[in-house]
């Protein structure tokens, strides 16, 4: 897993990237208007990094027509490992409470584009992210809702860009890896 993490840091435009820092990796909002500027996901590890996806132009108006919601993107798409498990988690953050349709574009962006880069990585690397679970979720501007703090007991089931786990959080915020994929602290 931390080879394959290595090949990802290889192959991304470091531009692109953000880089986990004290095992904490920060997920930003690039919209000015924005009232969530930030979160801080904390206990990455020491390997993990996000790409600011929707820095990308992932797939691009260079091969598709413009008006399709596949230009839709999410702000990062992190990479990390928790014990000897990888994970990948696609994060949008949102000034106010979205409807679970309108991140669900952003998120099948992000899905068609890990599976266009586990075929990359498959024929170029013969390494593969395609048993890494996948996490989506929807980081809102809630502060007079905060997260709560006790750990998640039961599996988050938000492994689907439609099924996207909404969390209410304070600009800011530092949330726990192991919360959000409700393994104990």
């Not at 413009?66 to 990062?76: E, G, K, L, Y």
């Not at 075929?119 to 395609?130: D, E, F, R, V």
Request: glycine share 4%; with cysteine.
């Amino acid at each position: 897993m931390t080879q394959v993490l290595q090949t990802l840091g290889q192959i991304f435009n470091p531009s692109k990237c953000v880089q986990g820092e004290d095992s904490t990796l920060t997920v930003t909002e690039s919209h000015k208007q924005a009232s969530l500027k930030s979160i801080n996901i904390v206990s990455v590890g020491q390997n993990a990094f996000a790409l600011k996806f929707d820095a990308c132009g992932f797939p691009g108006s260079n091969v598709f027509n413009v008006p399709h919601p596949m230009h839709r993107a999410c702000d990062a798409v992190a990479f990390c490992v928790v014990g000897d498990e990888p994970y990948i988690l696609c994060c949008e953050l949102k000034s106010s409470e979205p409807s679970r349709h309108e991140a669900t574009e952003q998120f099948r962006s992000a899905h068609c584009f890990l599976n266009y880069l586990d075929s990359l990585l498959m024929t170029y690397n013969g390494q593969t992210i395609a048993h890494w679970p996948r996490r989506y979720f929807v980081f809102h501007d809630a502060a007079k809702n905060p997260l709560n703090k006790a750990p998640l007991i039961e599996m988050p089931e938000n492994d689907a860009p439609e099924r996207a786990q909404i969390l209410p959080v304070q600009n800011g915020e530092k949330i726990y890896l192991r919360k959000l994929i409700g393994k104990p602290l």
